[in-house]
């Protein structure tokens, strides 16, 4: 059983020792989140516009991309 106990609280040590890595990994995935759901939606409205009809695809994707260059000189995020 000392075995065991001393198991225990090495690996418990291991985890509080990663808690601070998990964190900083949280931020910086939790900056990224919306900027890869808003590309993905772009993404997903310029393919819904060329299943109707093709080059309406390209179109919005290209005012899409305009948009979103106007937007980052800006400095808007």
């Keep these: 059983m000392n075995r ?3 198991l225990l609280k090495a690996t418990a040590a291991m985890a509080r ?3 601070p890595a998990l964190r900083a990994a949280a931020a910086w995935a939790a900056g990224w989140i ?3 759901l808003i ?3 772009a993404g997903a409205v310029a393919y819904g516009a060329w299943l109707v009809y093709p080059p309406a695809g390209h179109i919005v994707g290209g005012v899409l ?3 979103g260059g106007v937007l980052l000189a800006r400095g808007a995020k």
Excluded: F, K, Q
């Design 65 to 67: 991309a305009m948009a």
């Design 4 to 6: 065991l106990t001393e």
């Design 34 to 36: 919306p900027d890869a």
């Design 17 to 19: 020792a990663r808690i």
């Design 39 to 41: 590309a993905s939606g």
